[in-house]
């Protein structure tokens, strides 16, 4: 079996040595062995390989450590690198996010009914148009919440007018719905009708007579009156059996349009006191006509009694004459009274 191997010789330069069996007859071994200096090149080349060899060696033997070693390097660059990720993120959502937290915020005080929220704009992309188009919102809804809040104002005080002068109204006034029902009613009709009208809130007027026989009197000429014709007024006067007495009543009804709540307004006054006063006011008048023409020949007569006495008691006898002059004088005594009464009348 033959044999080779490189080792290195007394003056350190490498020796090739092959040894090589040769003859194995008679059971002996004989072998050849061949010493030779390896060539400079070889030699080098060898050398270079069992340079490369050692470190080899050696790398392989710290091979672990550095696996390690660059493992955990690898690591920490890793985490570190994510960390810096993490909060350039972190960062930059929250670059982002204020402005729109801002908005959430001012929108959630927007649906809480305060209108004065104002974002400051500190960019000019589609972020920054939409904060100027929020502030443009919200200022608008104030406008309109301060112009609502005056209209309502003025509403309220127009409305509270309006009730004051119904409460003070000596009229009568009814309002009623589009469909005949009652819908409110100031004191003054209440007063008038001596009926409290609370019970006949929402019923239409063809049901008043169910509640109340009376009122039978004013809801058959109303329902007459609502079912007339939408451009004309309707106006009547009406006998109402009141409990201190039968009422005259002047009851006028007006239908509301072109109003969010359509309906009708009915305003009726008591004539019962002006028609008495009229009546007296006429018989008063019949009295001072009679009293006129009656006073008118009551000179001619109290002169003809007087003539009379003049002219025939110069001719009667004593008893005669006695008599002419009680009669005259009773003539004249009644005239002088029914005169007096006549200018008393006047």
Do not use: W
């Given at each position: 079996m033959r044999c080779a191997t490189i080792t290195s010789g007394p003056d350190g330069r490498l020796l090739l040595r092959v040894v090589v069996p040769v003859n194995t007859v008679g059971g002996g071994l004989e072998v050849l062995q061949v010493v030779q200096h390896v060539p400079e090149s070889v030699a080098h080349n060898a050398e270079a390989v069992r340079a490369a060899h050692a470190d080899y060696d050696e790398?392989?033997?710290?091979?672990v450590g550095l696996k390690r070693l660059f493992g955990l390097t690898l690591t920490l660059a890793l985490l570190l690198a994510l960390l810096s990720a993490v909060l350039l993120a972190l960062y930059?959502?929250?670059t982002l996010s204020a402005p729109l937290g801002a908005l959430a915020e001012g929108t959630r005080a927007v649906a809480q009914g305060d209108y004065s929220r104002r974002m400051q704009v500190r960019s000019y992309d589609e972020l920054g148009v939409l904060t100027q188009s929020f502030?443009?919102?919200t200022r608008e809804l104030d406008t309109a919440r301060r112009e609502t809040e005056r209209s309502q104002a003025a509403?309220?005080?127009?409305?509270a007018s309006l009730e004051s002068i119904l409460a003070n109204l000596s009229a009568g006034v009814i309002a009623l719905d589009s469909?005949?029902?009652l819908v409110t009613a100031n004191p003054g009709a209440e007063r008038i009708l001596g009926v409290p009208l609370a019970p006949f809130v929402g019923r239409a007027v063809a049901d008043w007579a169910g509640v109340r026989p009376a009122m039978a009197a004013l809801a058959g000429p109303l329902a007459d009156a609502l079912a007339a014709p939408a451009d004309r007024d309707w106006q009547r006067e009406l006998a109402f059996p009141a409990e201190r007495g039968?009422?005259?009543?002047?009851?006028?009804?007006?239908?509301?349009?072109?109003?969010?709540?359509?309906?009708?307004?009915v305003v009726f006054d008591d004539l019962t006191?002006?028609?008495h006063a009229q009546r007296q006011a006429a018989w008063g008048e019949v009295a001072r006509r009679l009293a006129h023409e009656i006073k008118n020949p009551?000179?001619?007569?109290?002169?003809s009694a007087e003539r009379l006495q003049a002219r025939l008691h110069p001719k009667l006898d004593a008893t005669e004459a006695d008599l002419l002059t009680r009669l005259t004088q009773t003539i004249v005594n009644q005239v002088s009274a029914l005169a007096v009464r006549s200018c008393a009348r006047c």
């Open positions: 790398l392989a033997l710290s091979r930059f959502s929250q502030n443009a919102m509403v309220e005080a127009a409305r469909a005949g029902r039968e009422l005259t009543l002047l009851v006028h009804v007006s239908r509301i349009t072109g109003a969010p709540d359509e309906g009708f307004v006191h002006l028609l009551l000179t001619p007569i109290q002169l």
